[in-house]
DNA sequence: CATTTCACCTGGTGGC
DNA sequence: TGCCACCAGGTGAAAT
């Protein structure tokens, strides 16, 4: 599951292979729609293009298209559009020779003047490909704020007021971008705090505790995953990236590594949610 | 508006 | 071995 983690290293793997190289051509499968922009109008954005650079978003991966020939001006006074790749639950991109026999559900095939491919494979489709056509300086981002960035004023002040659980708060990215279920719950254990309590009603140490421990989280993990880069980009980053060291995620029934006490699962905003009902009170 | 629920998808799992 | 109900969860639309 591409989250926060997954994404950055993932995004930090494309930069590294693509910057620089042109797109030649882009093949879209026209079957279903994984698409938020119509593919024809995808393919057209994208060729003759080249990635100028490639960053994570929240959970996006955002690569900077500019023209091919053209001055070596600032490079974001070259950005003409941005290609925006959503992984949703099972997308992946593969860098690949032309060769390489496609995957079942391969939805989009960027041929490369280097030679490669990139490709995007997503059997359940929850992912999304968007070609945003940007004016001379102009710039998109997802509307919620950086967990690796936010200070603590501003970090206390999303959840203020809020009547949900702070569990459901996490994973509602207007307000943060990029946690999913899997860090919501680490990072709730790491803090010490049970993922039903009301949102507004956290203390401001409560508060700087779990933002303290979000960062620690995905910091952690994004180490992990950040020396395992491959030409298989994938959505699970290389086997194991974080899942051996999960603290409560899906240890349903399992000792608690603090304290011993069996880890307990609920529900919460249709999410499974996990937790250990002595260290999160 | 804030909040909750559900549909969208396929592959993997476990029961029989 | 095969069949099938069920679960996983990011997101956005619909419902409350």
């Given at each position: 599951m591409p989250e926060l983690p997954e994404v950055e290293t993932i995004a930090r793997g494309v930069d590294a292979r693509l910057r620089g190289d042109r797109v030649v051509e882009a093949w879209f499968s026209g079957e279903h729609e994984p698409f938020k922009t119509p593919p024809a109008r995808q393919a057209r954005g994208l060729e003759g293009?080249?990635?100028?650079?490639?960053?994570?978003?929240?959970?996006?991966?955002?690569?900077?298209?500019?023209?091919?020939?053209?001055?070596?001006?600032?490079?974001?006074?070259?950005?003409?559009?941005?290609?925006?790749?959503?992984?949703?639950?099972?997308?992946?991109?593969?860098?690949?020779?032309?060769?390489?026999?496609?995957?079942?559900?391969?939805?989009?095939?960027?041929?490369?003047?280097?030679?490669?491919?990139?490709?995007?494979?997503?059997?359940?489709?929850?992912?999304?490909?968007?070609?945003?056509?940007?004016?001379?300086?102009?710039?998109?981002?997802?509307?919620g704020d950086e967990p690796l960035a936010i200070g603590t004023e501003a970090f206390a002040a999303l959840f203020r007021g809020r009547r949900t659980p702070i569990k459901a708060a996490l994973l509602n990215q207007k307000l943060l971008a990029g946690l999913g279920n899997i860090y919501a719950d680490e990072s709730l254990f790491q803090a010490g705090i049970r993922p039903r309590r009301v949102a507004g009603r956290l203390t401001r140490a409560e508060l700087e505790r779990l933002r303290q421990a979000l960062k620690k989280v995905l910091l952690?993990?994004?180490?992990?995953?950040?020396?395992?880069?491959?030409?298989?980009?994938?959505?699970?980053?290389?086997?194991?990236?974080?899942?051996?060291?999960?603290?409560?995620?899906?240890?349903?029934?399992?000792?608690?590594r603090r304290c011993g006490t069996p880890i307990r699962r609920i529900t919460i905003a249709g999410r499974g949610t996990h937790y250990c009902p002595l260290c999160q009170q």
């Open positions: 293009r080249v990635f100028l650079g490639v960053h994570r978003a929240g959970k996006h991966i955002v690569c900077e298209m500019g023209p091919a020939t053209g001055e070596r001006t600032r490079a974001e006074e070259q950005v003409e559009a941005q290609w925006i790749v959503h992984l949703g639950m099972t997308g992946r991109l593969l860098v690949t020779t032309p060769e390489a026999p496609a995957e079942k559900h391969t939805h989009a095939r960027l041929t490369l003047a280097s030679g490669r491919e990139l490709r995007f494979v997503d059997p359940r489709r929850f992912g999304r490909l968007e070609l945003r056509e940007l004016a001379r300086g102009e710039s998109f981002g997802p509307p952690h993990a994004i180490r992990l995953g950040g020396s395992s880069v491959s030409d298989y980009v994938g959505a699970d980053g290389e086997r194991g990236f974080f899942q051996l060291e999960h603290s409560v995620y899906q240890r349903t029934g399992e000792p608690c």
